[in-house]
């Protein structure tokens, strides 16, 4: 049976926790924050620890994407240079955690982040390229999450249905294309299948 | 200057990965581009160079001689393809989609990498100008990606490897037991109180009813 490698698992792990108290919050800003629609919010509300467990254990890739890629990243920085906005304790916090180990991997492995985060190697190089500062400050202005949901409701129910034990083989299988960028692009027009 | 040293050595990386992943030397050169001479001369005392010395894996038709080595082989490549299609060069998206693979199948690896080298030079016209082979379809039941023949009809009806996987799964009661599933939840809330840093907390999730 395969086993995530432990940090990614108590990265996924402790993320899904946040986002379930989140959804399950009364202000009922989940939607807000994260991104998702209201079967979204409600999946992830009623979600058990056995299937927050099951997620976290088997799955090689994050449960969690970036909200900004390479090209949207800047403008996010640029905005937190000029904005008065201020987030909430938590909110900041949990997303130092999260954008510090995206580039922590990006940092590692551009390689390992575009499975692991389904980015492309630009978003990845970009990630790579923040300091400590930017990741801090851009966490205390942000107001919703910097990673959001890699499942839906219908996405994360169709892994959960498989049996235990080969749920990493079926994510793998129903990870949705990525619209090839710039060197990918230019490779798929001559490798074309 | 710099940057061709730098690209050397990131080749050289991408071989001393490729020789610790089981690669034979003939691999190993068509990946990096690295001479013979070159790989004896950094990586002399390494096994992977002197052994495998016959020609390497490229029948596509023994993939489709057993349920597993097929299902395996759409595993690898679907890491190899999203790997690759997100702009990771192709050296590095065959090895790290090779560790994933093995990673996922710790005890039961049925792909060396020689024979993952073949599916992607059969899908892909990487290193190698021969025509594809085989070409990855979405299963139009359960939305999996997998390999098929290059002349197998884009309708074909016949349920997918992963279709039947979760079929045969499904039959054979993998699914946990209550008890287990039960035992699970639990060490979860424990983990999470011990990673909260309180024992009174560990003890009270403990006590506490699983959802």
């Given at each position: 049976m395969f086993d995530a490698s432990s940090s990614l698992r108590?990265?996924?792990?402790?993320?899904?926790?946040?986002?379930?108290?989140?959804?399950?919050?009364?202000?009922?800003?989940?939607?807000?924050?994260?991104?998702?629609?209201?079967?979204?919010?409600?999946?992830?509300?009623?979600?058990?620890?056995?299937?927050?467990?099951?997620?976290?254990?088997?799955?090689?890739?994050?449960?969690?994407?970036?909200?900004?890629?390479?090209?949207?990243?800047?403008?996010a920085l640029d905005a937190e240079c000029s904005g008065h906005a201020q987030a909430a304790t938590g909110l900041a916090l949990h997303n130092i955690?999260?954008?510090?180990?995206?580039?922590?991997?990006c940092r590692h492995s551009v390689a390992e982040a575009t499975w692991i985060y389904r980015i492309n190697r630009e978003t990845a190089e970009a990630y790579a390229a923040l300091d400590h500062d930017q990741v801090v400050s851009l966490s205390r202005t942000l107001t919703a999450c910097a990673l959001l949901p890699r499942y839906d409701a219908s996405g994360a129910a169709r892994i959960l249905d498989r049996p235990a034990g080969s749920r990493a083989l079926f994510a793998a299988a129903y990870e949705p294309?990525?619209?090839p960028t710039g060197e990918a692009a230019r490779r798929s027009f001559h490798l074309a299948h | 200057?710099?940057?061709?040293?730098?690209?050397?050595?990131?080749?050289?990386?991408?071989?001393?990965?490729?020789?610790?992943?089981?690669?034979?030397?003939?691999?190993?050169?068509?990946?990096?581009?690295?001479?013979?001479?070159?790989?004896?001369?950094?990586?002399?005392?390494?096994?992977?160079?002197?052994?495998?010395?016959?020609?390497?894996?490229?029948?596509?038709d023994k993939l489709f001689h057993g349920r597993q080595l097929h299902l395996h082989a759409c595993d690898f490549y679907n890491s190899f393809h999203h790997i690759f299609h997100r702009g990771v060069a192709p050296d590095e998206a065959m090895v790290v989609a090779y560790r994933h693979y093995q990673r996922r199948h710790p005890d039961d690896a049925r792909l060396g990498f020689d024979r993952a080298f073949s599916i992607v030079t059969s899908v892909c016209r990487l290193w190698t100008a021969a025509a594809p082979s085989l070409k990855p379809v979405r299963c139009r039941t359960c939305g999996a990606r997998f390999l098929t023949l290059i002349g197998a009809s884009e309708h074909d009806d016949t349920p997918c490897t992963y279709c039947r996987l979760a079929k045969r799964l499904s039959r054979h009661?993998?699914?946990?037991?209550?008890?287990?599933?039960?035992?699970?939840?639990?060490?979860?809330?424990?983990?999470?109180?011990?990673?909260?840093?309180?024992q009174g907390a560990a003890t009270r999730a403990a006590s506490s009813p699983i959802q």
């Open positions: 108590v990265a996924n792990l402790t993320s899904l926790m946040w986002l379930r108290e989140q959804c399950r919050a009364p202000d009922e800003q989940a939607a807000s924050l994260f991104g998702i629609d209201d079967d979204t919010v409600r999946f992830y509300r009623d979600l058990s620890d056995v299937a927050i467990e099951a997620l976290s254990r088997e799955l090689d890739v994050s449960l969690f994407v970036p909200r900004f890629d390479n090209k949207t990243l800047p403008a955690a999260s954008l510090q180990a995206l580039c922590d991997v294309d990525t619209a | 200057m710099a940057n061709h040293t730098h690209q050397h050595f990131r080749r050289l990386d991408i071989a001393r990965e490729a020789l610790d992943l089981g690669a034979r030397r003939s691999v190993v050169q068509l990946i990096t581009g690295i001479s013979e001479r070159e790989l004896r001369h950094v990586f002399g005392a390494c096994p992977s160079l002197t052994a495998n010395c016959g020609g390497r894996p490229s029948s596509v009661g993998r699914v946990p037991t209550d008890e287990a599933q039960d035992q699970v939840a639990l060490s979860t809330r424990v983990r999470l109180a011990v990673m909260a840093g309180t």
